[in-house]
Protein backbone atom coordinates (compact mmCIF):
# COMPACT_ATOMS: atom_id res chain seq x y z
CA UNK A 1 0.00 0.00 0.00
CA UNK A 2 1.38 3.55 -0.65
CA UNK A 3 1.50 5.51 2.29
CA UNK A 4 1.34 9.58 2.68
CA UNK A 5 -1.11 11.94 0.86
CA UNK A 6 -0.78 12.24 -2.71
CA UNK A 7 -1.95 15.49 -4.45
CA UNK A 8 -2.66 14.94 -8.28
CA UNK A 9 -3.15 17.47 -10.63
CA UNK A 10 -5.77 19.16 -8.15
CA UNK A 11 -8.31 21.92 -9.10
CA UNK A 12 -10.97 23.69 -7.30
CA UNK A 13 -13.03 26.46 -9.42
CA UNK A 14 -16.02 27.73 -7.37
CA UNK A 15 -18.58 29.44 -9.08
CA UNK A 16 -18.88 33.30 -8.38
CA UNK A 17 -20.96 36.30 -9.65
CA UNK A 18 -19.30 38.96 -11.07
CA UNK A 19 -21.69 42.19 -10.47
CA UNK A 20 -23.89 41.28 -7.39
CA UNK A 21 -26.62 38.40 -6.91
CA UNK A 22 -28.07 39.00 -10.67
CA UNK A 23 -24.67 39.68 -12.41
CA UNK A 24 -23.38 36.98 -14.86
CA UNK A 25 -22.08 33.55 -13.32
CA UNK A 26 -18.14 32.77 -14.14
CA UNK A 27 -15.40 30.65 -11.82
CA UNK A 28 -13.17 31.26 -9.35
CA UNK A 29 -10.36 28.87 -10.08
CA UNK A 30 -8.45 28.45 -6.13
CA UNK A 31 -6.76 25.95 -7.13
CA UNK A 32 -4.84 25.08 -10.34
CA UNK A 33 -2.99 21.46 -11.03
CA UNK A 34 -1.09 21.37 -7.79
CA UNK A 35 0.56 17.92 -6.68
CA UNK A 36 1.96 17.89 -3.25
CA UNK A 37 3.39 14.52 -1.29
CA UNK A 38 2.52 14.52 2.65
CA UNK A 39 4.74 12.14 3.71
CA UNK A 40 3.94 9.97 7.17
CA UNK A 41 6.65 11.39 9.98
CA UNK A 42 7.88 14.46 8.50
CA UNK A 43 6.21 18.22 8.53
CA UNK A 44 5.45 19.52 4.95
CA UNK A 45 4.75 23.27 4.69
CA UNK A 46 2.16 25.15 2.27
CA UNK A 47 3.04 28.43 2.05
CA UNK A 48 0.68 30.76 -0.20
CA UNK A 49 1.15 34.12 -2.24
CA UNK A 50 -1.97 36.07 -3.52
CA UNK A 51 -4.83 34.34 -2.05
CA UNK A 52 -2.78 30.84 -2.76
CA UNK A 53 -5.42 28.53 -2.35
CA UNK A 54 -4.22 27.08 0.96
CA UNK A 55 -7.00 26.82 3.14
CA UNK A 56 -9.09 25.02 -0.20
CA UNK A 57 -6.84 22.77 -0.14
CA UNK A 58 -6.43 22.12 3.17
CA UNK A 59 -10.35 21.34 3.05
CA UNK A 60 -10.19 19.13 0.21
CA UNK A 61 -7.69 17.22 1.93
CA UNK A 62 -10.03 17.53 4.99
CA UNK A 63 -13.24 16.02 2.80
CA UNK A 64 -14.83 19.00 3.53
CA UNK A 65 -14.82 20.15 -0.03
CA UNK A 66 -14.52 18.00 -3.34
CA UNK A 67 -12.21 18.87 -5.88
CA UNK A 68 -13.39 19.97 -9.39
CA UNK A 69 -10.60 17.84 -10.93
CA UNK A 70 -7.54 15.59 -9.84
CA UNK A 71 -7.21 13.30 -7.22
CA UNK A 72 -6.12 13.49 -3.19
CA UNK A 73 -5.01 9.77 -2.04
CA UNK A 74 -4.99 9.49 1.58
CA UNK A 75 -2.33 5.67 2.34
CA UNK A 76 -3.89 4.50 -1.25
CA UNK A 77 -7.61 5.97 -0.09
CA UNK A 78 -9.13 8.47 -2.28
CA UNK A 79 -11.06 11.59 -0.18
CA UNK A 80 -14.37 11.43 -2.40
CA UNK A 81 -14.81 7.85 -2.66
CA UNK A 82 -13.44 6.89 0.31
CA UNK A 83 -13.98 10.08 2.70
CA UNK A 84 -15.51 7.95 5.75
CA UNK A 85 -11.97 5.87 6.14
CA UNK A 86 -10.10 9.15 4.99
CA UNK A 87 -11.94 11.02 7.86
CA UNK A 88 -10.82 8.41 10.41
CA UNK A 89 -6.99 9.16 9.44
CA UNK A 90 -7.26 12.37 9.24
CA UNK A 91 -7.86 16.02 11.35
CA UNK A 92 -7.64 19.27 11.28
CA UNK A 93 -6.89 22.26 13.14
CA UNK A 94 -7.64 25.55 11.57
CA UNK A 95 -6.66 28.56 13.52
CA UNK A 96 -9.21 31.50 13.71
CA UNK A 97 -11.82 29.77 12.80
CA UNK A 98 -14.72 28.14 14.99
CA UNK A 99 -13.99 24.27 15.50
CA UNK A 100 -15.56 23.59 18.97
CA UNK A 101 -19.15 24.62 20.56
CA UNK A 102 -19.10 27.29 22.93
CA UNK A 103 -22.12 26.07 25.11
CA UNK A 104 -20.59 22.96 25.57
CA UNK A 105 -17.87 22.15 28.32
CA UNK A 106 -14.28 21.02 27.38
CA UNK A 107 -14.61 17.94 28.22
CA UNK A 108 -18.29 17.44 26.45
CA UNK A 109 -16.69 18.85 23.19
CA UNK A 110 -14.40 16.33 23.24
CA UNK A 111 -16.60 13.71 23.92
CA UNK A 112 -18.37 14.54 21.01
CA UNK A 113 -15.84 14.41 18.58
CA UNK A 114 -14.02 11.72 19.90
CA UNK A 115 -17.73 9.94 19.38
CA UNK A 116 -17.86 11.12 16.00
CA UNK A 117 -14.70 9.94 14.90
CA UNK A 118 -15.45 6.66 16.51
CA UNK A 119 -13.00 6.71 19.16
CA UNK A 120 -14.28 3.36 21.33
CA UNK A 121 -15.72 4.99 24.69
CA UNK A 122 -13.71 2.25 26.83
CA UNK A 123 -10.58 4.69 25.29
CA UNK A 124 -12.36 8.06 25.14
CA UNK A 125 -12.72 8.99 28.73
CA UNK A 126 -8.84 8.47 29.52
CA UNK A 127 -7.97 9.76 25.87
CA UNK A 128 -9.56 13.09 26.87
CA UNK A 129 -7.79 13.22 30.24
CA UNK A 130 -4.49 13.10 28.21
CA UNK A 131 -5.53 15.84 25.98
CA UNK A 132 -6.82 18.11 28.45
CA UNK A 133 -3.98 17.84 30.58
CA UNK A 134 -1.08 17.92 27.22
CA UNK A 135 -3.44 21.39 26.29
CA UNK A 136 -3.27 22.62 30.36
CA UNK A 137 -7.34 22.65 30.76
CA UNK A 138 -7.77 19.82 32.79
CA UNK A 139 -9.21 22.51 35.19
CA UNK A 140 -11.26 24.14 33.03
CA UNK A 141 -12.77 20.51 31.73
CA UNK A 142 -16.15 21.22 33.24
CA UNK A 143 -16.07 25.32 32.39
CA UNK A 144 -18.33 26.60 29.28
CA UNK A 145 -16.21 27.01 26.09
CA UNK A 146 -18.13 30.29 26.19
CA UNK A 147 -16.32 31.37 29.55
CA UNK A 148 -12.90 30.32 27.65
CA UNK A 149 -10.28 32.79 26.81
CA UNK A 150 -9.52 32.49 22.90
CA UNK A 151 -6.39 30.90 24.07
CA UNK A 152 -7.76 28.39 25.60
CA UNK A 153 -10.66 28.24 23.22
CA UNK A 154 -7.71 27.52 20.10
CA UNK A 155 -6.44 24.88 22.83
CA UNK A 156 -9.52 22.97 23.12
CA UNK A 157 -8.98 23.14 18.94
CA UNK A 158 -5.51 21.24 19.75
CA UNK A 159 -6.76 18.68 21.91
CA UNK A 160 -10.22 17.81 19.65
CA UNK A 161 -7.97 17.63 16.24
CA UNK A 162 -6.09 15.22 18.06
CA UNK A 163 -8.86 12.89 19.74
CA UNK A 164 -8.82 10.43 17.17
CA UNK A 165 -5.09 10.03 16.96
CA UNK A 166 -4.93 11.09 13.79
CA UNK A 167 -2.66 9.49 10.99
CA UNK A 168 -2.26 12.76 9.45
CA UNK A 169 -2.77 15.75 11.03
CA UNK A 170 -4.02 19.01 8.87
CA UNK A 171 -2.86 22.48 10.47
CA UNK A 172 -3.75 25.38 8.71
CA UNK A 173 -2.47 28.59 10.64
CA UNK A 174 -2.26 26.51 14.16
CA UNK A 175 -0.74 29.25 16.05
CA UNK A 176 -2.94 31.79 15.13
CA UNK A 177 -3.48 34.35 17.91
CA UNK A 178 -2.18 32.36 20.38
CA UNK A 179 0.01 33.39 23.44
CA UNK A 180 3.87 32.92 22.79
CA UNK A 181 4.27 30.20 25.14
CA UNK A 182 1.54 28.51 23.97
CA UNK A 183 2.11 28.43 20.68
CA UNK A 184 6.13 27.15 21.64
CA UNK A 185 3.94 23.97 23.45
CA UNK A 186 2.09 23.20 20.04
CA UNK A 187 5.42 23.59 17.85
CA UNK A 188 6.83 20.69 20.22
CA UNK A 189 3.52 18.88 20.50
CA UNK A 190 3.31 18.87 16.63
CA UNK A 191 7.01 17.88 16.49
CA UNK A 192 6.83 14.91 18.47
CA UNK A 193 3.68 13.58 17.03
CA UNK A 194 5.84 13.65 13.47
CA UNK A 195 8.56 11.92 15.24
CA UNK A 196 6.31 9.57 16.38
CA UNK A 197 4.92 8.52 12.68
CA UNK A 198 2.29 11.25 11.91
CA UNK A 199 2.43 13.18 8.93
CA UNK A 200 1.58 16.37 9.39
CA UNK A 201 0.73 19.55 6.61
CA UNK A 202 1.54 23.00 7.85
CA UNK A 203 0.41 26.74 6.64
CA UNK A 204 1.58 29.22 8.85
CA UNK A 205 1.95 33.09 8.51
CA UNK A 206 5.11 32.54 10.97
CA UNK A 207 7.63 31.65 8.71
CA UNK A 208 10.04 31.23 11.73
CA UNK A 209 7.96 28.55 12.73
CA UNK A 210 7.63 26.89 9.17
CA UNK A 211 11.45 27.10 9.07
CA UNK A 212 11.86 24.99 12.51
CA UNK A 213 9.37 22.46 11.57
CA UNK A 214 9.38 22.00 8.24
CA UNK A 215 12.14 19.83 6.17
CA UNK A 216 9.92 20.31 2.81
CA UNK A 217 8.28 23.35 1.83
CA UNK A 218 5.89 23.74 -1.22
CA UNK A 219 5.39 27.30 -2.11
CA UNK A 220 2.13 28.39 -3.94
CA UNK A 221 0.81 31.06 -5.84
CA UNK A 222 -2.75 31.94 -7.45
CA UNK A 223 -3.16 28.28 -6.84
CA UNK A 224 -0.35 27.02 -8.82
CA UNK A 225 3.00 25.71 -8.14
CA UNK A 226 5.79 28.46 -7.53
CA UNK A 227 8.41 26.31 -6.04
CA UNK A 228 9.49 23.55 -3.50
CA UNK A 229 12.44 22.38 -1.54
CA UNK A 230 14.18 22.52 1.73
CA UNK A 231 14.11 26.00 3.62
CA UNK A 232 17.67 25.71 3.03
CA UNK A 233 16.84 24.72 -0.76
CA UNK A 234 14.73 27.28 -1.09
CA UNK A 235 16.75 30.10 0.51
CA UNK A 236 20.11 28.83 -1.69
CA UNK A 237 17.60 28.83 -5.03
CA UNK A 238 16.56 32.29 -4.14
CA UNK A 239 20.05 33.70 -3.45
CA UNK A 240 19.17 34.63 0.30
CA UNK A 241 22.33 34.70 2.30
CA UNK A 242 22.94 35.66 5.73
CA UNK A 243 24.06 39.63 6.13
CA UNK A 244 27.39 40.15 7.77
CA UNK A 245 27.41 44.08 9.14
CA UNK A 246 30.61 45.17 10.52
CA UNK A 247 31.50 48.46 12.15
CA UNK A 248 35.16 50.26 11.31
CA UNK A 249 36.10 52.83 13.66
CA UNK A 250 38.65 54.21 11.50
CA UNK A 251 37.75 54.00 7.87
CA UNK A 252 40.15 55.21 5.47
CA UNK A 253 41.76 53.80 1.61
CA UNK A 254 43.17 50.85 2.56
CA UNK A 255 39.97 49.46 5.01
CA UNK A 256 37.76 51.14 1.85
CA UNK A 257 39.70 49.00 -0.86
CA UNK A 258 39.50 45.75 1.38
CA UNK A 259 35.35 46.47 1.51
CA UNK A 260 35.41 47.05 -2.18
CA UNK A 261 37.60 43.66 -2.63
CA UNK A 262 35.15 41.43 -0.59
CA UNK A 263 32.14 43.56 -2.36
CA UNK A 264 30.85 44.78 0.88
CA UNK A 265 28.57 48.07 0.64
CA UNK A 266 29.90 51.26 2.91
CA UNK A 267 27.75 53.50 4.97
CA UNK A 268 29.19 56.37 6.71
CA UNK A 269 28.33 56.75 10.30
CA UNK A 270 27.72 59.94 11.62
CA UNK A 271 30.58 59.28 14.66
CA UNK A 272 33.15 59.33 11.50
CA UNK A 273 32.85 55.71 11.48
CA UNK A 274 31.67 53.31 8.60
CA UNK A 275 29.58 50.26 8.44
CA UNK A 276 30.64 47.70 5.99
CA UNK A 277 27.51 45.13 4.96
CA UNK A 278 27.57 42.14 2.91
CA UNK A 279 25.44 39.59 1.97
CA UNK A 280 26.83 35.81 0.93
CA UNK A 281 26.33 32.39 0.94
CA UNK A 282 29.53 31.61 2.23
CA UNK A 283 30.98 32.58 6.00
CA UNK A 284 32.86 35.37 5.29
CA UNK A 285 32.71 37.44 8.50
CA UNK A 286 35.88 35.97 9.47
CA UNK A 287 37.95 36.95 6.86
CA UNK A 288 36.52 40.45 6.55
CA UNK A 289 37.33 40.99 9.82
CA UNK A 290 41.08 39.44 9.33
CA UNK A 291 41.31 41.71 5.99
CA UNK A 292 39.97 44.76 7.53
CA UNK A 293 42.46 44.52 10.60
CA UNK A 294 45.28 43.27 8.25
CA UNK A 295 44.79 46.74 6.41
CA UNK A 296 44.99 48.76 9.71
CA UNK A 297 41.34 49.28 10.20
CA UNK A 298 40.10 48.91 14.16
CA UNK A 299 36.40 47.00 14.55
CA UNK A 300 33.83 48.59 16.00
CA UNK A 301 31.31 45.69 16.14
CA UNK A 302 30.34 42.83 13.74
CA UNK A 303 26.92 41.41 13.57
CA UNK A 304 25.58 38.32 11.20
CA UNK A 305 22.24 37.76 10.25
CA UNK A 306 21.63 34.22 9.33
CA UNK A 307 19.03 34.08 5.82
CA UNK A 308 15.67 33.49 6.72
CA UNK A 309 12.55 31.38 4.91
CA UNK A 310 10.94 34.77 4.83
CA UNK A 311 13.89 36.43 2.97
CA UNK A 312 13.34 34.02 0.31
CA UNK A 313 9.76 34.11 -0.01
CA UNK A 314 10.20 37.93 -0.15
CA UNK A 315 12.18 37.11 -2.95
CA UNK A 316 9.89 34.98 -4.29
CA UNK A 317 7.09 36.82 -4.19
CA UNK A 318 9.17 39.90 -5.49
CA UNK A 319 9.81 37.25 -8.70
CA UNK A 320 6.12 36.56 -9.11
CA UNK A 321 4.88 40.26 -8.85
CA UNK A 322 7.47 40.90 -11.63
CA UNK A 323 6.47 38.55 -13.68
CA UNK A 324 2.53 39.07 -13.64
CA UNK A 325 3.92 42.70 -14.29
CA UNK A 326 6.10 41.02 -17.22
CA UNK A 327 9.13 42.91 -15.80
CA UNK A 328 12.15 40.81 -16.67
CA UNK A 329 14.13 39.88 -13.46
N1 LIG B 1 -16.25 29.75 -1.57
C1 LIG B 1 -15.55 30.53 -2.40
N2 LIG B 1 -16.12 31.15 -3.44
C2 LIG B 1 -15.41 31.92 -4.29
N3 LIG B 1 -14.08 32.15 -4.19
C3 LIG B 1 -13.44 31.57 -3.17
C4 LIG B 1 -14.13 30.73 -2.22
N4 LIG B 1 -13.21 30.28 -1.31
C5 LIG B 1 -12.04 30.83 -1.67
N5 LIG B 1 -12.16 31.58 -2.79
C6 LIG B 1 -11.09 32.31 -3.48
O1 LIG B 1 -10.08 31.38 -3.84
C7 LIG B 1 -8.79 31.93 -3.62
C8 LIG B 1 -8.00 31.05 -2.65
O2 LIG B 1 -8.59 31.12 -1.36
P1 LIG B 1 -8.00 30.38 -0.08
O3 LIG B 1 -8.80 30.80 1.10
O4 LIG B 1 -7.88 28.94 -0.37
O5 LIG B 1 -6.54 31.03 -0.03
P2 LIG B 1 -5.46 31.05 1.13
O6 LIG B 1 -4.19 30.71 0.48
O7 LIG B 1 -5.90 30.19 2.26
O8 LIG B 1 -5.46 32.57 1.55
P3 LIG B 1 -5.17 33.24 2.97
O9 LIG B 1 -3.73 33.07 3.24
O10 LIG B 1 -5.55 34.68 2.69
O11 LIG B 1 -6.08 32.56 3.95
C9 LIG B 1 -9.00 33.34 -3.12
O12 LIG B 1 -8.89 34.23 -4.22
C10 LIG B 1 -10.41 33.33 -2.58
O13 LIG B 1 -11.02 34.59 -2.68
Not at 86 to 95: K, Q, T
Not at 151 to 162: E, F, N, P, S, Y
Request: proline share 5%; glycine share 12%; aromatic share 4%.
Amino acid sequence: MTTGIQVRGLRKDFPVRDKGLFGPRGTKRAVDGLDLDIPAGRITGLLGLNGAGKTTTIKILATLLRPSAGTVRVDGLDTVADARAVRRRINLIAGGERMVYHRMTGAENLWYFGQLYDVPRAELRTRIAELLDLVGLTDAADTAVERYSRGMTQRLAIARGLINRPAYLLLDEPTLGLDAPIARDLRKVVAELAAAGTGVLLTSHYLTEVEELCGHVYVISEGRHLAQGSPAELKAATGSHRTVRLTVTNPGPATAAVADRFGARREPRPDGGELLVLSHPDDVAGPLAAAIVGAGGSIGGLEIAEASLEDAILRLADGEARALAGVAG
